[in-house]
């Protein structure tokens, strides 16, 4: 799949299959992550890769957006530096990983408000380190139409030159 469809088409899952994945498409995932470009190369990240079925379940119940990481076969908590940084450089290591995982017919969808002291403790994460996302990741349990997006148009989003000047149609 090249780039663009990958971006065109991926949607957020949130019911998987039981499947494993396996281990060469979890490498892969890990492996798009860790090549991501980051501020001044610091690569202030690390991952925890989930796969243990009593902490998955841990982290469905701990995650208040993310019920549903209990069901997944496998997720990865994206741990790194606090401070706007690591914020930015985590979050584009995520779309990495979910975008290779997206090209192997591999689902995920982002969760928030996973910062907290219990997932912290249940993960080992430092206490100067953040949890920026647990990201659940599995095979989609229900066929999804491909690229069925409910998104702005782009003459609403893109302007031209200035804000508010109106970007040609195509």
Known sequence: MDAFHAVKTMLAVREYRPDAIPEDVVRQILEAARLTGSSRNRQQWDFVVVRDRSTLGQLGRLASTGKFIADAPL???VVTADGPTGYI???RAVQDM????WDAGV???WVGNTNTPEIKALLNVPAD???LTVIPFGYPKKKLGAGKKQRKPLAEVA???QFGQTYPAG
């Open 75 to 77: 997720a990865i908590a």
């Open 89 to 91: 450089d985590g979050a």
């Open 98 to 101: 979910m975008l290779a995982a």
């Open 107 to 109: 689902g995920s969808n």
């Open 129 to 131: 380190k953040l949890v």
């Open 159 to 161: 302007h031209l030159e």
